[in-house]
């Protein structure tokens, strides 16, 4: 069963996962992902209107969500994914489930590279970012 709490409901999460920009993609899907400091992924699923009719696009959903069940254990634990079909493509579940399960482990990866990246800056005495109340005062 695809739980609720496995689901990315808020606008504002899918935001998040945009704007950080870190993607992962093949013929089949496009992965966006963010941190999320849960124990478990989320899934969220943005099926444009470019993929087909009405029940093209639920049949998308339906085979996304099922192969996010099968493979959530072996997914990294602790992001959001927002998974974004390819217009083109055809899905089918096995598919889906080595591509969920490819592009999440690539994109845990760049968020890994890019958290080091800002590790490695603080390390170099580099100034830290400065945030708007501290830029503006208080």
Known sequence: RFLRE???R??????????RR???GDR???????????RHARLGLSVSRKVGGAV???RWKRLLREAFRLERHGLPAGVDL???PRPDAEPTLSALRRSLSTLARTVVR?????????????QLGSPPA????EAHGP
Request: glycine share 10%; aromatic share 8%; hydrophobic share 40%.
């Open 82 to 84: 927002v998974v974004i």
């Open 130 to 133: 400065q945030d708007d109340e």
């Open 6 to 8: 496995h689901h990315i």
């Open 110 to 122: 760049k968020l890994a590279r890019t958290k080091g990246a800002a590790g490695a800056n603080a």
């Open 56 to 58: 093209r696009r639920n």
């Open 10 to 19: 808020r606008g504002a999460d899918f935001r998040r996962a945009y704007e």
């Open 28 to 38: 089949t899907l496009l992965v966006f992902g963010f941190d999320n400091g849960l």
């Open 22 to 24: 870190c993607s992962a």
